[in-house]
């Protein structure tokens, strides 16, 4: 499978059309290098905020900003990044979004994927963290994962802060997952560092390929913190440690840090799954889950 994965540079809009158009140089881009799936970065629909004019000076007036800003833009943000998977014929990984979910009335860090057949995978973000600053006490926590699969390839999510949590990787991996999708947003060079380690070590852990998608730039919201929202990021793409199928850090590929770009690499996932059963690096095999369960108790 040859894989995409973005480094987005928020920007300031002038109207919807502007945000559309800079998603669509993203999925031009990944069909010319020919991949069939692209990843955007947790939160990329953020730069949407700069059409609002919003202001807020304290928490309550911020989450009845983000709760606005979730119900006006994740109906027109999900038909844009359908329309353009079935348009450019690729499968798009659209990040994630801070979503408003209207059958339960409740806000989500929802990582949606657009497959250019017109179906859509889902994946809410289990471990809301401090989110976009001001959202996480209205952001509800997912309580499912699940894989997808495009032409036999099972494709698991993992967003942001999901990614330190090592069972989230672990689960997906034990319902088939070949590839991780972790979209990111980090604020520093400190978060930018963490997800790039966390990409390695999962690849590693589960014998999979992590692909790892850095939000970048700066926005000047809010409005009372002067330097507002400033984005940090490298995207990644990511193979487990291991000889004969990627490097000594398990680096494939990454973009240069905080350029806007697309990156893209193939990956052989049918030599990933002869690696699994023959690698030298048996750890899957090698588990011990019998003795693990003695120590559940420790997790209650």
Request: aromatic share 12%; hydrophobic share 40%; with cysteine.
């Amino acid at each position: 499978m040859r894989i995409a994965t973005s480094q987005f540079r928020v920007r300031m809009l002038s109207s919807f059309n502007d945000f559309e158009e800079h998603v669509r140089w993203h999925v031009e881009e990944a069909a010319r290098q020919r991949a069939s799936l692209l990843l955007l970065p947790e939160f990329f629909t953020i730069e949407l905020m700069t059409l609002e004019g919003y202001t807020g000076e304290t928490n309550a007036e911020m989450e009845l900003i983000f709760e606005q800003f979730a119900k006006t833009y994740t109906e027109p943000v999900k038909e844009v990044c359908a329309n353009l998977a079935s348009e450019y014929n690729l499968a798009i990984a659209a990040g994630s979004h801070f979503a408003y979910d209207s059958s339960e009335d409740r806000c989500y860090n929802t990582a949606f994927v657009f497959l250019p057949d017109g179906r859509t995978h889902v994946q809410n973000k289990i471990h809301p963290s401090y989110e976009l600053v001001y959202n996480k006490d209205i952001t509800t926590p997912g309580n499912k994962l699940s894989v997808f699969e495009i032409d036999s390839v099972k494709i698991g999510i993992s967003v942001c802060y999901d990614s330190s949590f090592p069972e989230i990787a672990r689960i997906l991996s034990r319902l088939g997952a070949d590839i991780i999708l972790a979209p990111t947003a980090c604020l520093d060079e400190w978060g930018r560092a963490r997800n790039v380690l966390f990409s390695q070590a999962r690849a590693s852990e589960n014998q999979l390929f992590v692909v790892n998608s850095h939000l970048i730039g700066a926005l000047p919201i809010p409005k009372h913190i002067p330097y507002g929202f400033t984005f940090t990021g490298q995207s990644g793409i990511y193979s487990p440690i291991q000889p004969m199928i990627g490097t000594p850090s398990g680096i494939i590929k990454q973009g240069e840090p905080n350029v806007e770009s697309v990156i893209t690499a193939e990956l052989n996932i049918d030599y990933l799954k002869s690696i699994r059963a023959n690698g030298h690096n048996r750890n899957l095999k090698d588990m011990r889950p019998e003795f693990y369960k003695h120590y559940e108790e420790q997790f209650a």
